[in-house]
């Protein structure tokens, strides 16, 4: 049996691959990305099917300039980044998330960018329930690097104080000497 016709047409709102593609020449080189402005206009600029999402996380996971993926994120990019996860369903989009997980762990956040996005609550909940390891230990590895920021940053939520007996100790035994 054929599957219902209604899986196989398009919303008219999404955007082709090969549209998305031409759109997307001016900002990427070499699939690297060149001009983050261009390229998070690009991903705002209309509603993009998966594959179209996939290729734009691709390019991230190519780029090796930091400037240029700070500026990714400066220009709102972590952003679009959040939305689309939020809509990708848990399960059977591995690929994607994977992908995903991989643009994360390049991406130059901050911790309060990570703290204010819900993209952390998707990662865990993807490293608790995917039945897939490789995709679990992705998710793993940013939920990791994400916490070790946190911690480290000494600024977070997150991180824990110090016990008050080590604080006042060494307070002490600073202003004797």
Not at 52 to 64: A, I
Request: charged residues 25%.
């Amino acid at each position: 049996r054929r599957a219902p016709r209604a899986l196989h047409t398009m919303s008219l709102e999404e955007e082709p691959l090969n549209k998305t593609i031409e759109r997307l020449k001016p900002f990427v080189a070499a699939g690297h990305m060149t001009n983050a402005k261009g390229f998070v206009e690009v991903m705002k600029g209309g509603k993009l099917r998966r594959h179209s999402q996939l290729l734009f996380l691709k390019v991230l996971c190519t780029t090796s300039s930091a400037s240029e993926l700070r500026r990714f994120v400066d220009e709102g990019g972590f952003g679009v980044l959040e939305a689309w996860i939020n809509d990708v369903p848990a399960e059977g989009s591995d690929d994607f998330h994977e992908c995903f997980f991989e643009a994360c762990l390049k991406l130059p956040v901050t911790v309060d960018e990570i703290e204010k996005s819900r993209i952390p609550k998707h990662i865990n909940r993807i490293r608790k329930s995917s039945p897939n390891q490789k995709l679990k230990a992705k998710a793993t590895a940013v939920q990791r690097v994400w916490t070790q920021k946190i911690l480290q940053s000494g600024d977070g939520v997150t991180a824990p104080a110090p016990p008050p007996s080590a604080s006042s100790s060494s307070a002490s035994s600073s202003s004797s000497s």
